[in-house]
Protein backbone atom coordinates (compact mmCIF):
# COMPACT_ATOMS: atom_id res chain seq x y z
CA UNK A 1 0.00 0.00 0.00
CA UNK A 2 1.04 3.70 -0.71
CA UNK A 3 0.91 6.04 2.02
CA UNK A 4 0.98 9.90 0.98
CA UNK A 5 1.39 12.25 4.22
CA UNK A 6 2.05 15.89 3.47
CA UNK A 7 1.68 18.44 6.34
CA UNK A 8 1.12 22.35 5.47
CA UNK A 9 0.58 24.86 7.90
CA UNK A 10 -2.74 27.29 7.52
CA UNK A 11 -2.77 31.17 8.71
CA UNK A 12 -5.14 32.00 11.47
CA UNK A 13 -7.86 34.41 9.91
CA UNK A 14 -6.27 36.92 12.02
CA UNK A 15 -3.08 36.29 10.97
CA UNK A 16 -4.17 36.00 6.71
CA UNK A 17 -6.11 39.50 7.75
CA UNK A 18 -2.75 41.77 9.37
CA UNK A 19 -0.78 39.79 5.82
CA UNK A 20 -3.18 41.49 3.34
CA UNK A 21 -4.08 44.72 5.78
CA UNK A 22 -7.29 43.82 6.04
CA UNK A 23 -7.89 43.90 9.81
CA UNK A 24 -9.34 47.58 11.35
CA UNK A 25 -6.16 50.22 10.18
CA UNK A 26 -4.95 48.52 7.92
CA UNK A 27 -3.44 49.18 4.76
CA UNK A 28 -6.45 47.81 3.02
CA UNK A 29 -8.91 49.58 5.34
CA UNK A 30 -7.28 52.48 4.79
CA UNK A 31 -7.52 51.82 1.02
CA UNK A 32 -11.36 51.21 1.42
CA UNK A 33 -12.16 54.45 3.82
CA UNK A 34 -10.28 56.62 1.29
CA UNK A 35 -11.47 55.56 -1.83
CA UNK A 36 -15.22 55.81 -0.29
CA UNK A 37 -14.50 59.36 0.15
CA UNK A 38 -12.98 60.26 -2.64
CA UNK A 39 -15.36 58.45 -5.09
CA UNK A 40 -18.52 60.14 -3.32
CA UNK A 41 -16.96 63.23 -3.49
CA UNK A 42 -18.74 63.76 -7.31
CA UNK A 43 -22.08 63.31 -5.36
CA UNK A 44 -22.26 64.70 -2.54
CA UNK A 45 -24.22 68.17 -2.57
CA UNK A 46 -21.60 70.72 -3.22
CA UNK A 47 -21.31 74.39 -1.90
CA UNK A 48 -18.19 75.57 -1.48
CA UNK A 49 -17.38 71.76 -0.72
CA UNK A 50 -16.93 71.26 3.19
CA UNK A 51 -19.41 68.50 3.35
CA UNK A 52 -17.53 66.62 0.49
CA UNK A 53 -14.95 67.31 2.07
CA UNK A 54 -15.22 66.91 5.39
CA UNK A 55 -14.68 63.43 5.71
CA UNK A 56 -10.86 63.37 5.66
CA UNK A 57 -10.60 65.13 8.75
CA UNK A 58 -13.81 64.19 10.96
CA UNK A 59 -13.79 60.27 10.45
CA UNK A 60 -10.79 58.18 11.67
CA UNK A 61 -9.71 56.71 8.57
CA UNK A 62 -9.06 52.88 8.95
CA UNK A 63 -11.83 52.61 10.99
CA UNK A 64 -14.03 51.57 9.01
CA UNK A 65 -16.60 54.33 9.59
CA UNK A 66 -17.30 57.32 7.37
CA UNK A 67 -18.28 60.64 9.04
CA UNK A 68 -19.90 63.54 8.20
CA UNK A 69 -20.11 65.87 10.54
CA UNK A 70 -22.30 69.02 10.86
CA UNK A 71 -26.09 68.76 12.12
CA UNK A 72 -26.86 70.30 8.36
CA UNK A 73 -24.94 66.84 6.74
CA UNK A 74 -28.07 64.90 7.86
CA UNK A 75 -30.65 66.60 6.23
CA UNK A 76 -28.85 66.68 2.74
CA UNK A 77 -28.31 63.04 3.41
CA UNK A 78 -31.70 62.04 3.35
CA UNK A 79 -32.43 65.05 0.79
CA UNK A 80 -35.55 66.10 3.44
CA UNK A 81 -36.40 69.19 4.46
CA UNK A 82 -36.49 69.83 8.18
CA UNK A 83 -38.66 72.41 10.22
CA UNK A 84 -39.48 74.45 11.68
CA UNK A 85 -38.71 76.86 8.69
CA UNK A 86 -39.68 80.52 9.24
CA UNK A 87 -38.66 82.20 6.18
CA UNK A 88 -36.62 84.78 6.21
CA UNK A 89 -36.57 88.34 3.40
CA UNK A 90 -33.47 90.19 2.90
CA UNK A 91 -34.74 92.44 0.53
CA UNK A 92 -38.08 93.44 -0.88
CA UNK A 93 -38.88 91.12 -4.15
CA UNK A 94 -41.61 89.23 -2.09
CA UNK A 95 -39.32 85.89 -2.00
CA UNK A 96 -37.41 84.26 0.65
CA UNK A 97 -33.86 84.53 0.89
CA UNK A 98 -33.09 81.73 3.55
CA UNK A 99 -35.00 80.14 6.10
CA UNK A 100 -34.22 80.45 9.92
CA UNK A 101 -35.33 77.48 12.54
CA UNK A 102 -36.47 78.85 16.08
CA UNK A 103 -33.59 77.62 18.80
CA UNK A 104 -35.11 75.03 21.48
CA UNK A 105 -37.85 73.57 19.18
CA UNK A 106 -37.60 70.27 17.65
CA UNK A 107 -37.01 69.78 13.83
CA UNK A 108 -39.26 67.58 12.16
CA UNK A 109 -39.58 66.70 8.52
CA UNK A 110 -41.85 68.16 6.37
CA UNK A 111 -42.34 65.85 3.95
CA UNK A 112 -40.65 68.38 1.09
CA UNK A 113 -37.61 67.23 -1.06
CA UNK A 114 -34.43 68.92 -0.59
CA UNK A 115 -33.33 70.88 -4.03
CA UNK A 116 -29.75 70.10 -4.63
CA UNK A 117 -27.53 72.91 -6.70
CA UNK A 118 -25.89 70.14 -9.68
CA UNK A 119 -24.27 73.25 -10.43
CA UNK A 120 -20.82 72.01 -10.07
CA UNK A 121 -21.72 68.05 -8.95
CA UNK A 122 -24.34 66.95 -11.58
CA UNK A 123 -24.56 64.10 -9.40
CA UNK A 124 -25.19 65.88 -6.07
CA UNK A 125 -28.25 64.45 -4.50
CA UNK A 126 -29.14 62.50 -0.80
CA UNK A 127 -27.95 59.02 -0.43
CA UNK A 128 -24.95 59.52 -2.19
CA UNK A 129 -22.84 56.66 -0.93
CA UNK A 130 -25.00 53.82 -2.08
CA UNK A 131 -25.65 55.71 -5.29
CA UNK A 132 -21.53 55.54 -5.99
CA UNK A 133 -21.37 52.16 -4.98
CA UNK A 134 -23.86 50.85 -7.30
CA UNK A 135 -21.67 52.90 -9.99
CA UNK A 136 -17.95 52.73 -8.44
CA UNK A 137 -17.82 49.12 -6.12
CA UNK A 138 -15.75 47.73 -9.02
CA UNK A 139 -13.57 50.33 -8.66
CA UNK A 140 -12.69 50.18 -4.98
CA UNK A 141 -12.86 46.63 -5.17
CA UNK A 142 -9.75 46.57 -7.42
CA UNK A 143 -7.88 49.59 -5.63
CA UNK A 144 -8.17 47.76 -2.47
CA UNK A 145 -7.62 45.14 -3.62
CA UNK A 146 -4.21 46.17 -5.24
CA UNK A 147 -3.15 47.32 -1.65
CA UNK A 148 -3.78 44.22 -0.20
CA UNK A 149 -1.75 42.12 -2.63
CA UNK A 150 0.80 45.01 -2.78
CA UNK A 151 0.62 46.28 -5.93
CA UNK A 152 -0.65 49.46 -5.09
CA UNK A 153 -0.78 52.67 -3.37
CA UNK A 154 -2.87 53.96 -0.58
CA UNK A 155 -4.76 57.18 -2.40
Do not use: C
Not at 13 to 20: D, G, I, M, S, V
Not at 75 to 91: A, L, M, R, T
Request: proline share 8%.
Amino acid sequence: MTMFRSSFDIDSAEQLAKKFGLEQYGRAQKALDNAVIRWSEKYTPWKEGLLATSPYAASDIGSGEIVYPGPYAHYQYYGEVYGPNIPVFDDDSGDPTGWFSPPGQQKHPTGRELKYNTDYNPLAGPHWIPRMAADHIDDIVAEVEAVALGGGKEK
